[in-house]
């Protein structure tokens, strides 16, 4: 079964920090590039951080030197190393596979991140 499911999203102060997972299963996870995306509510979906096979990595201006995206193939797992925390941080994040275009052909379910 193709699929990707988030976990570590949690409540934390200002200031602090998280790490999500996102563990992908069904397919061959290094054939793909692999992003984060966040939606907060009354907002639209944002893409946060990339990741391309080859390790390269891109980010959103807004996280840039905050977050780290990393993965391990080994596991089939991609991570979101969120530090330095803010209030407009708070969101639910999605991981999600890339197809050769760039667009997202598959989703997860989604982790909730509440910052105060």
């Known amino acids: 079964h193709v699929q990707l499911v988030e976990s570590g999203g949690g409540s934390v102060q200002a200031g602090g920090s998280l790490r999500l997972s996102c563990a992908a299963s069904?397919?061959?996870?290094?054939?793909?590039?692999m992003g984060w995306f966040r939606q907060a509510p009354g907002k639209e979906r944002e893409g946060v951080a990339a990741?391309?096979?080859?390790?390269?990595?891109s980010y959103a201006d807004s996280v840039k030197g905050r977050f780290t995206i990393s993965q391990d193939n080994a596991k089939n797992t991609l991570y979101l190393q969120l530090d330095k925390l803010t209030t407009e941080d708070t969101a639910m994040y999605y991981c999600?596979?890339?197809?050769?275009?760039?667009?997202?052909?598959?989703w997860g379910q989604g982790t909730q991140v509440t910052v105060s």
């Open positions: 999600a596979r890339h197809n050769a275009g760039w667009s997202v052909d598959l």
């Open positions: 069904g397919y061959t996870y290094s054939s793909y590039c």
């Open positions: 990741i391309d096979s080859d390790g390269s990595t």
